[in-house]
């Protein structure tokens, strides 16, 4: 299913691509589609970071309204950890603040430490995010340089599973599923992992591939959308 009718407007189901944020996927529409959708609103249900790809809800027109149905609904991610690094953004894209060499990580200390996240956890949310405190998002204290401590959220996990180990140029990298409800942050997750396991991690790969009921399968992508999908 690649869109969703709603009160007669339309929900369109994308695979975003890695590099691009959520509001490009909005401008590349707009520009490719000109005057169908110039005096629409659009909106997007649930950030995915540039990193990040897989599925972004996109509302348009009317269905603005009730965008936040989309975004209270579980999530569920596939997402890739660098094992003995640590970063300013919790991902591969920001300045590296520890590194640790040497460590053996055991599959079965991983399985253990996955597990041990199903439930609640009261986390910080990552200083790189657009949550905002006094106003003005965390993101905007951290490119300043201005310290600030970041809000605890609970962050519920539902299921984990553990999808492997590998060596790739040096480096140790994990790979799982989880399945959230809305508001987790799988960078504070994967950094919590790390805590749990006594080895620092950091967030190097991560695909949405299921909100609610709807699953990555048929959604499109931003290149084969044609006008019979608006």
Do not use: C, Q
């Not at 991902?91 to 040497?102: A, F």
């Amino acid at each position: 299913m690649s869109w969703y009718n709603l009160h007669m407007e339309k929900i369109l189901f994308i695979d975003k691509p890695k590099g691009i944020t959520s509001f490009d996927v909005i401008r590349r529409l707009k520009r490719r589609f000109g005057s169908m959708l110039a005096k629409e609103k659009m909106g997007h249900a649930g950030t995915l970071d540039p990193l990040a790809t897989g599925l972004l809800i996109i509302a348009i027109g009317d269905a603005t309204k009730d965008i936040h149905k989309w975004m209270s609904l579980p999530k569920t991610y596939e997402a890739e950890a660098l094992v003995g690094v640590s970063t300013d953004t919790g991902d591969i894209e920001g300045e590296v603040l520890n590194k640790v060499e040497g460590f053996e990580l055991k599959e079965e200390l991983v399985r253990e430490a996955l597990n041990s996240l199903v439930g609640d956890n009261k986390l910080k949310v990552p200083i790189y995010s657009a949550v905002k405190k006094d106003g003005k998002p965390l993101y905007w204290y951290a490119r300043k340089g201005i310290e600030v401590n970041p809000p605890v959220r609970n962050m519920r996990v539902n299921g984990v599973e553990f999808l492997g180990i590998w060596e790739k140029d040096g480096e140790t990298y994990i790979k799982f599923s989880i399945d959230v409800e809305s508001g987790v942050y799988v960078r504070s997750l994967i950094e919590e992992l790390g805590r749990r396991i006594g080895v620092p991690m950091t967030m190097s790969n991560l695909r949405r591939v299921k909100v609610g009921e709807v699953d990555i399968t048929g959604a499109l992508k931003i290149e084969d959308i044609g006008e019979n999908n608006l």
